[in-house]
T-cell receptor
Framework: QKEVEQNSGPLSVPEGAIASLNCTYSDRGSQSFFWYRQYSGKSPELIMS????GDKEDGRFTAQLNKASQYVSLLIRDSQPSDSATYLC????????????FGRGTSLIVHP | SAVISQKPSRDICQRGTSLTIQCQVD?????MFWYRQQPGQSLTLIAT?????????ESGFVIDKFPISRPNLTFSTLTVSNMSPEDSSIYLCSVELSGLGTEAFFGQGTRLTVV
């Protein structure tokens, strides 16, 4: 059974700090990894995708992938109260079923 | 990306009735999915909507309860049949553009309350 594990939180950080969100996955065949942000009452919004080991930066967001450790992380620099949301990690395989498996999400609270 | 229109955005329904949710995409897509998200929970895949053939259902979900149509590459419907309060949830349509496991995008969701 493919699983994606996340700490449900909440993770509370002060405004301006770095928020670090972590995710592990069970399927070694996973090739594609995604971070979604979901505000309360809204649908998930894709914020980052990463396909190879290392770091990928996009603005204040950095996704990190370590396939050997089956570990994915998302760093949010200069956190803002508007970043307060639930962050969902997802993984999908390149062969066979491409359907992503989602984690339960980590609730992030950025307080002023 | 894709523009995904899902409706209704919310509804309150009587138990025993059925609700059909529509999902319209602004471009042809290979993969369309239907998810359920219960309060405080992550996304649970109900089924993959296949164009021109029967949907592929995940364990725990059956066609009689959640019939799905996909008449073309831009449109799908999910029906929640014979509803009970346990069906109260957010239902989400999702598309994956390339068919190769790249990014998936979501509709706005349908918040269903069964009373």
């Amino acid at each position: 059974q493919k699983e994606v594990e996340q700490n449900s939180g909440p993770l509370s950080v002060p405004e301006g700090a770095i928020a670090s969100l972590n995710c592990t996955y069970s399927d070694r065949g996973s090739q594609s990894f995604f971070w979604y942000r979901q505000y309360s009452g809204k649908s998930p919004e894709l914020i980052m995708s990463i396909y190879s080991n290392g770091d990928k930066e996009d603005g204040r967001f950095t996704a990190q992938l370590n396939k050997a450790s089956q570990y994915v992380s998302l760093l949010i620099r200069d956190s803002q109260p508007s970043d307060s949301a639930t962050y969902l990690c997802a993984a999908s395989s390149s062969g066979g079923s491409y359907i992503p498996t989602f984690g339960r999400g980590t609730s992030l609270i950025v307080h002023p | 990306s894709a523009v995904i229109s899902q409706k209704p955005s919310r509804d309150i329904c009587q138990r025993g009735t059925s609700l059909t949710i529509q999902c319209q995409v602004d471009s042809q897509v290979t993969m369309m999915f239907w998810y359920r998200q219960q309060p405080g929970q992550s996304l649970t895949l109900i089924a993959t909507a296949n164009q021109g053939s029967e949907a592929t259902y995940e364990s725990g979900f059956v066609i009689d309860k959640f019939p799905i149509s996909r008449p073309n590459l831009t449109f799908s419907t999910l029906t929640v049949s014979n509803m009970s309060p346990e069906d109260s949830s957010i239902y989400l349509c999702s598309v994956e553009l390339s068919g190769l496991g790249t990014e998936a995008f979501f509709g706005q969701g349908t918040r269903l309350t069964v009373v």
